[in-house]
């Protein structure tokens, strides 16, 4: 069993997620998309830091000339299921990816549910997270901007 994030953690988490990070259902051998979080950056210490308390698995891409290596961490369905609860309420820009992401991961729980009624379903949210991903829906709303006090 994973040990709860501190207060500290799931902040920084968050943030690193609301800015770094991506929500996805990724189409794959099976008969509808897998729930998967992939955090980028070209910082492998920091990676390597959020693997160790997320689990998950790291990939590299290949340098190319003048572009620096980014290193992923990709979470599946059960390290979401499990970040999510203590991470929900501190995103801002990724809030509604994450409301998305629970969603599917609920379905995706649903094993009396037959896979294609199942699978449909989660091709509607995949959608959902694609407009919000190319900018077709209202990705960043004011309201859900942190107040500033200087």
């Not at 069993?1 to 099976?30: C, P, T, V, W």
Request: hydrophobic share 40%; charged share 25%; proline share 3%.
């Amino acid at each position: 069993m994973r040990q709860k994030l501190s207060d500290f953690e799931r902040a920084y988490i968050a943030g690193f997620i609301d800015g770094e990070g991506y929500f996805g259902l990724l189409n794959n051998r099976h008969a509808f998309p897998s729930p998967c979080l992939k955090i980028v950056n070209t910082n492998y210490e920091i990676i390597v830091w959020l693997q160790e308390r997320l689990g998950g698995s790291i990939t590299s891409s290949k340098r190319k000339q003048g572009i620096s290596v980014c290193y992923m961490l990709t979470l599946s369905s059960n390290f979401i299921r499990w970040l999510l609860p203590q991470i929900h309420d501190l995103l801002r820009i990724k809030k509604r990816e994450a409301d998305i992401m629970e969603h599917a991961l609920l379905i995706n729980l649903q094993k009396e549910m037959h896979n294609e009624p199942r699978g449909a379903e989660l091709r509607k949210l995949q959608k959902q997270l694609q407009d919000l991903h190319s900018g077709h829906a209202n990705y960043y709303r004011p309201e859900q901007a942190l107040t500033v006090i200087v």
